[in-house]
């Protein structure tokens, strides 16, 4: 099975808003993590007995757990972007957009960088 990125991204949008602890926030990406790592196919090679089961390889749960993570990060980024976030100005404010225009921008680039890394 593929990851489909779209629909677990917008399954990731009905969990969010930006006044959540940190705590709140994980309390509910972890079950939707199990939730598409459950939906993952068995990964197997049967010549060399190696054998990834979704509800039970922390490889399978850390995959599903990045991507949510990924979603939710980029998602509530973009939004502050647009509506220029800011607790000191009237909304929208261009610093505010300006500001998570350069957070969302280096987040996205450090999980590119990280695929990157990988691929050597």
Known sequence: MEIDANYWCNEVEKLMSP??????????????????AKKM???????????????LSPEMFIWALGVVCECWTLEILRRKMQHGHCYAHATPCGKGSQFHQKFY????????????????
């Open 19 to 36: 006044h959540k602890s940190p705590d709140r926030i994980m309390m509910e990406i972890i079950p939707l993590a199990k939730e598409l």
């Open 41 to 55: 196919e068995v990964k197997s090679e049967p010549p060399c007995k190696v054998y990834y089961d979704p509800t």
């Open 105 to 120: 921008d280096e987040v996205k680039g450090s999980f590119e960088q990280v695929i990157r890394q990988t691929n050597r």
